[in-house]
């Protein structure tokens, strides 16, 4: 199926990759980022995509009489959480950066794509006691678009514990043959939870596994830290370097070597074991809780301040690792169209910054049904609004 696709707020093109991997054939392919190096990295990717510049200075007007070709248009747009995240200042969509949703559903409303997906962090819907989120949905409405959402996480097809609410938006006009795109429950599609996710964190955990991560085990400080000793009790370390771990060390008869991670929870600590993640950001904080994740990564961020622990250590998760918990193939982030090496840093805050792809490619997936199924209907409805744009 072929669409026009204009992707906002672009990042490193999770949401194209997700309707490529879903089977859309995009034939007018627009994006908009101000960040240089994601658009570097989205123009190595998506070679025949047009830049657009800022969501600031965009008209869905223009961009429909020029680039229009009768094919159905898709609008995405992840747009900025830094006002709304836990970790942001929480000013809401109020703030500078989150507010710009409103102007990308501007443009929405100037296309009138037949569907648009937005996503945002779950705390949208805690934001300000929930206001966030009855305007977002206020917003949607007066824009004349009817709209599913549901939270979702990565952690479903993924081994990363990422929580997101998407959105996906059709016109109010359509009041026959409603399609439904979001999901009923956590297994839709036949994922196999379980054997998938025990297959990917083989190869997020295992230094040199035959996957290809990374050979080099940097080994990072985690504060303080108790490590089991041949039976003998923790020994507890400051501020110190988790060093290998011994192949004898065990806890309560599991089998497994473990550390203790001090954490602000009633026992005063949490338990990680070979295979686990640890979340070192403000490792000195004594609120912080929920730093271990078993088996599975915490939601990565920009920083990415998240390693794994293995029989040689704790170490940060590679870049590779981080592109692979977001879905992408590995060293989507190493170069840009220029084919210059882009550092870690950078790779590690677009990898934080950017949407699950296997999630995005489920609900294209659901989307490109519902057109097929309804085909005549859409294309009478696509080249309605067409004519209304000349």
Request: net charge positive.
């Amino acid at each position: 199926m072929k669409v026009n696709l204009l992707d906002l707020f672009s990042g490193i093109g999770g949401f194209s990759k997700g309707f490529q991997d879903a089977g859309f054939e995009i034939e007018t392919h627009l994006f908009s980022e101000i960040e240089p190096h994601p658009i570097a990295v989205y123009q190595k990717h998506f070679k025949e995509a047009i830049y657009c510049g800022s969501v600031t200075t965009i008209c869905g007007h223009e961009l429909k009489r020029k680039y229009d070709n009768g094919h159905p248009w898709i609008v995405t747009l992840g747009f900025p959480c830094q006002d709304i995240s836990i970790a942001g200042k929480r000013a809401g969509l109020k703030g500078k950066r989150s507010s710009l949703f409103f102007k990308a559903m501007d443009i929405v409303k100037q296309m009138r794509p037949p569907f648009f997906i937005a996503e945002n962090v779950r705390n949208l819907s805690s934001n300000i006691d929930g206001a966030d989120f009855k305007i977002v949905l206020q917003e949607i409405a007066d824009c004349g678009y009817n709209a599913q959402w549901q939270l979702v996480n990565t952690k479903w097809v993924l081994p990363q514990n990422r929580e997101r609410y998407y959105f996906v938006g059709y016109p109010a006009t359509r009041t026959r043959n409603r399609p439904q795109i979001l999901f009923e429950s956590e297994n839709v599609g036949g994922i196999n939870q379980g054997t998938e996710q025990t297959q990917i964190t083989g190869t997020l955990t295992a230094g040199g596994h035959s996957g290809g991560l990374h050979s080099s085990m940097t080994l990072i400080k985690v504060g303080t830290w108790r490590t089991h000793k041949d039976g003998q009790g923790f020994r507890e370390i400051k501020d110190g370097i988790c060093p290998t771990i011994p192949a004898r060390s065990r806890e309560d008869g599991s089998g497994q070597p473990v550390i203790r991670i001090t954490s602000n929870t009633k026992s005063g600590y949490e338990t990680a074991k070979i295979g686990d993640s640890i979340n070192y950001n403000q490792i000195n904080s004594k609120t912080r809780r929920g730093r271990v994740g078993k088996g599975c990564s915490q939601t990565l961020d920009t920083t990415t301040q998240i390693a794994a622990l293995t029989n040689s250590g704790i170490r940060r998760l590679t870049p590779i690792e981080c592109e692979r918990l977001q879905g992408f193939p590995d060293n989507w982030t190493k170069y840009g169209a220029d084919g210059k090496i882009i550092k870690d840093s950078p790779r590690y805050e677009m990898c934080g910054n950017a949407v699950s792809v296997p999630i995005v490619e489920m609900i294209a997936k659901r989307i490109k049904t519902a057109m097929e199924l309804d085909f005549i209907n859409w294309y009478f409805y696509v080249r309605s609004e067409l004519l209304k744009i000349k």
